[in-house]
């Protein structure tokens, strides 16, 4: 019986993806175009991926992405996740999907002219930006 289970979201920039887990600290393969790459498991089992993560020296966590759709799945056996790397799956995809979408409201800004002005995190760990743009 597989332990995998699979998480999905919407990421449609993997350059920015490999960008957020380097920030974040975490190591990963890609695989090369046309190939996949083995995720571990429990006991040894495996799945296949687009980029693997390298969460522990034991278990790791897949990422495949669907180019059409812009959806990205993360599969991993979790449990074990959480016991040797130290974060469970609601907090690494969190994590993972707000310097994402972080590093791409910083794009748009940029992309539209404005200049950002100030950014502060709150004590639920939300991020605000303040931007301004000079009006003709």
């Known amino acids: 019986m597989s332990h995998f289970t699979t998480v999905e979201t919407k990421i449609k920039n993997i350059a920015?993806?490999?960008?957020?887990?380097?920030?974040?600290?975490?190591?990963?393969?890609?695989?090369?175009?046309?190939?996949?790459?083995?995720?571990k498991g429990y006991l040894g089992q495996t799945t296949?991926?687009?980029?693997?993560?390298?969460?522990?020296?034991?278990?790791?966590?897949g990422v495949n992405i669907d180019a059409e759709t812009g959806s990205a799945t993360f599969v991993a056996d979790w449990e074990f996740i959480e016991q040797t790397?130290?974060?469970?799956?609601?907090?690494?995809?969190?994590?993972?999907?707000?310097?994402?979408?972080?590093?791409?409201?910083?794009?748009?800004?940029?992309?539209?002219?404005?200049t950002l002005e100030e950014e502060t995190v709150d004590d639920d760990n939300?991020?605000?930006?303040?931007?301004?743009?000079?009006?003709?």
């Open 16 to 39: 920015r993806l490999e960008q957020v887990l380097e920030e974040l600290g975490h190591k990963f393969t890609k695989a090369e175009a046309g190939q996949k790459v083995l995720v």
């Open 85 to 114: 790397a130290g974060y469970d799956q609601g907090e690494f995809t969190r994590g993972v999907m707000q310097r994402y979408a972080y590093h791409t409201v910083k794009d748009e800004i940029s992309k539209r002219g404005y």
């Open 48 to 61: 296949e991926a687009d980029l693997v993560i390298h969460a522990s020296k034991t278990y790791e966590i």
């Open 126 to 136: 939300h991020i605000h930006v303040t931007v301004s743009s000079w009006s003709d």
